[in-house]
């Protein structure tokens, strides 16, 4: 299974950036899908979950608003449209799938829950 994170970069603030989460050899549809971020020196914080029928979203309360999750589960993807982007959004942004049932759970975006993570993209918003 890999999971592959892509579209980070350097970005000003108030700028937008589109990630994006694909898959080799693993069927992203059947799954839950998650995007977690880690900056330096903090801990992993659950951004925005996705149901495998894209029927239910969570986002974390820092980025309601600004972040919408989604997912084309025709070309095994899963995307995060980021907006309004701010300096305390930098940091690697990772996507990450659990069961399906996972997104019908309290603490759904509980990083214990995922199973399989792809290797991070890093965002940078800075002037």
């Known amino acids: 299974v890999q999971l592959q994170a892509s579209g980070g970069g350097l970005v000003q603030p108030g700028g937008s950036l589109k990630l994006t989460c694909a898959a080799t050899n693993y069927t992203l549809a059947v799954y839950a899908i998650a995007w977690f971020r880690q900056a330096p020196g903090k801990e992993r914080e659950g951004v925005s979950c996705?149901?495998?029928?894209?029927?239910?979203?969570s986002y974390a309360d820092s980025v309601r608003g600004r972040f919408t999750i989604s997912r084309d589960n025709a070309k095994n993807m899963v995307y995060l449209q980021m907006n309004s982007l701010k300096p305390e959004d930098t940091a690697a942004y990772y996507c990450a799938t659990a069961p399906p049932i996972v997104i019908f759970t309290i603490n759904r975006m509980d990083a214990t829950k995922y199973d399989y993570w792809g290797q991070g993209t890093q965002v940078t918003v800075s002037s």
């Open positions: 996705i149901s495998s029928s894209a029927d239910s979203t």
